[in-house]
């Protein structure tokens, strides 16, 4: 403890590291916080300035809700604030003093720890030994909500059953309670959390965490925003999906911005979509519930005349000289979540235990996977698919890869000697070649025109584009008719004829305003794999899971009880159960359990 002195530079030196003191002033306030002393959490601001504390204001919240509001009235120079523990739920609480002018001055944190077993679940085993494959059952029961009440809240819990070697719950670990009721409200998670909670002594733990707060302070957010009068007006909507958003910019003049209409196609998807822009040219398509990866195509249009950039009736046979802009979270892929330090969080221990399970693993599935098996003669009767033709049905899968014809340069004799892409249209049955367009026979309008609409890898692109396109990048020609152009809708009334090339999609842009770009979508969840051993072929197969049971969903109801039952594997050792979630009333719950499995 030192009084350091205005008119003096100080510098923190912690080993080799040297860090800079705060700035001394001559005059303002101080904010001591000592949150366990009893039942009350002791407050003390002090002030040197000439009207002492008068005017000032004291705010304690936690997670943003207001606990206490405390004006300071009289012009003494300290006061001591009593506020009693009573009502507050375990978390971190921030003070705040504010001048007379609404300017936060001085701000601590402090954290209300929760009693040992108020968010702690009740796990039941039948037995504490089992055998190999042998059924366990599990009872969960939820604390009560409060100690004045039986009533049990409602909670929704993910359960997993994992060997002991690989537990979760090490000092280097955390579980949902000190994410939410600590960590979560940090810049930087205290270090060993659980065991600091949970095992030290609650003087011990109260110290270390209190001192490790003095160090975290002053939120990251504009004080007068809160204090307006006014609500909060929303920034950003709540998206229900993936968004594409840029604008268009006049590919002879970079930089202008030239308001339109965006096209936007997801062919794979069977997406179709498009919008005009704001008077700046800005766009914004969706939202779109795609899962894995999608290849979207994006063309802009334009009418010529100035007084028609807010006609609506923009088609794909208008101006495309524009450039196609992409905010610039959509112009590359996400870049996968590491680390801070980019070390593997675990032991040397365990990922030898993990290489020699894998390793057993592989064995068995080389053993019994591979066994050759006698069968009775059976008559293939559908021809062999080449990688090559899976790979077109694949790019054709919006129509279940059955055109009403297609066309494979490869195999069509003398296509390839072709001097134009449109110079193919007249070898394919049904379809014709009429000045500037293409029309697929037996389909006829007298209102609109009967063209086929023109694909080029999912891009939507016009009859003169064909004469940019080598013969040499085709790969194979679809013409869709009738009800196999359905999927299209009205867009393919007149028929669709759709060109692949074999550089695949995006790799040949034949005019400007056309934009590829691959959206990534949300992660399709898969079934957890249960090893049932009684399945055909199961009894003699080692099992050797890693993980024995998950189940990631579990929404116990008014009752208060789950009951949860999973087989062993063929692993000698202990296993730990681990639970945990929240309850309705918000709190994180968290329990777990050991068993050992003998053969």
């Given amino acids: 403890i030192f009084e350091p002195k205005p008119g003096h530079a100080y510098r923190v030196v912690m080993g080799e590291s040297s860090y800079p003191f705060s700035e001394i002033l001559d005059h303002g306030y101080t904010l001591q916080v000592q949150p ?3 039942p009350f959490v002791k407050i003390t601001i002090r002030s040197n300035l000439r009207v002492g504390l008068k005017g000032a204001t004291l705010v304690v919240h936690h997670r943003g809700i207001p606990f206490l509001t405390q004006p300071l009235t009289e012009p003494e120079s300290a006061t001591v604030l009593k506020v009693p523990k009573e009502g507050m739920v375990p978390g971190v609480y921030i003070a705040t003093l504010f001048d007379s002018q609404g300017e936060p001055v001085a701000e601590r944190l402090f954290f209300i720890a929760p009693t040992k077993d108020a968010n702690l679940l009740n796990l039941e085993l039948a037995d504490g030994g089992f055998g190999f494959r042998q059924s366990v059952d599990l009872t969960v029961l939820l604390p009560p909500r409060s100690e004045l009440s039986d009533s049990l809240a ?3 819990l993910s359960l997993s059953v994992i060997p002991k070697a690989s537990d979760l719950q090490t000092d280097r670990q955390e579980d949902i309670r000190t994410w939410l009721l600590l960590n979560s409200d940090l810049d930087i998670p205290l270090p060993e959390s659980t065991t600091l909670l949970y095992d030290h002594p609650e003087n011990k733990r109260d110290y270390l965490i209190n001192q490790f707060l003095l160090t975290r302070a002053w939120r990251r957010f504009r004080w007068q925003r809160l204090q307006s009068p006014q609500p909060f007006a929303l920034q950003h909507q709540l998206e229900r999906g993936l968004f594409v958003q840029g604008y268009l910019e006049r590919s002879d003049m970079p930089g ?27 766009f914004s398509l969706g939202p779109y519930l795609v899962q894995d990866t ?5 063309q ?19 101006l495309r000289f524009v450039h196609v802009k992409l905010d610039d979270k959509y112009a590359s892929p996400h870049l996968p979540m590491t680390s801070p330090t980019g070390e593997l969080p675990l032991e040397q221990e365990d990922i030898k235990m993990y290489e020699r399970l894998s390793q057993q693993m592989l064995i068995t599935a080389r053993n019994y996977d591979s066994l050759v098996i006698d069968l009775d003669v059976v008559e293939v009767v559908k021809k062999r698919i080449s990688p ?6 694949e790019r054709s899968s919006l129509y279940g ?3 009403s014809y297609r066309m494979v340069l490869d195999s069509t004799p003398g296509a390839l000697n072709s001097a134009r892409v449109i110079d193919l249209f007249y070898r394919i049955p049904g379809v014709q070649v009429l000045g500037n367009q293409i029309v697929i026979r037996g389909i006829s309008s007298f209102t609109s025109s009967t063209s086929a609409v023109l694909f080029l890898d999912g891009a939507q692109i016009q009859v003169e584009d064909l004469d940019i396109i080598p013969i040499q990048d085709v790969d194979f020609i679809d013409v869709l008719k009738g009800a196999d152009a359905a999927v299209f809708g009205s867009r393919g009334g007149t028929g669709v004829i759709l060109i ?8 040949i842009r034949p005019a400007p305003g056309i934009r590829s770009l691959k959206l990534y979508g949300f992660h399709k969840a898969r079934e957890f794999a249960i090893f049932d051993p009684d399945a055909v072929g199961n009894q003699t197969r080692p099992d050797l899971r890693t993980t024995i049971h998950w189940n990631p969903a579990i929404d116990v109801d008014a009752s208060g009880q789950w009951h949860e039952t999973f087989t062993t594997s063929d692993q000698e050792g202990e296993f730990t159960i681990v639970v945990q979630g929240i309850r309705k009333d918000g709190q994180p719950l968290f329990g777990t359990i050991g068993f050992r499995v003998r053969p």
């Fill in 154 to 156: 409602r909670a929704h």
């Fill in 300 to 318: 802009g249009r334009y009418k010529g005349r100035k007084k028609r950039r807010k006609d609506p009736n923009v088609t794909m046979d208008d």
């Fill in 256 to 282: 202008r911005r030239q308001p339109g209409k965006v096209f936007l196609t997801m062919l794979d998807q069977g997406i179709f979509d498009e919008v005009m822009t704001d008077e700046s040219g800005r």
């Fill in 388 to 393: 090559v033709e899976k790979a077109r049905d």
């Fill in 401 to 403: 890869g059955n055109p």
């Fill in 294 to 298: 999608a290849d979207v195509i994006l």
């Fill in 36 to 38: 366990h002393l009893g």
């Fill in 500 to 507: 692949y090339t074999r550089r695949g999609v995006g790799t």
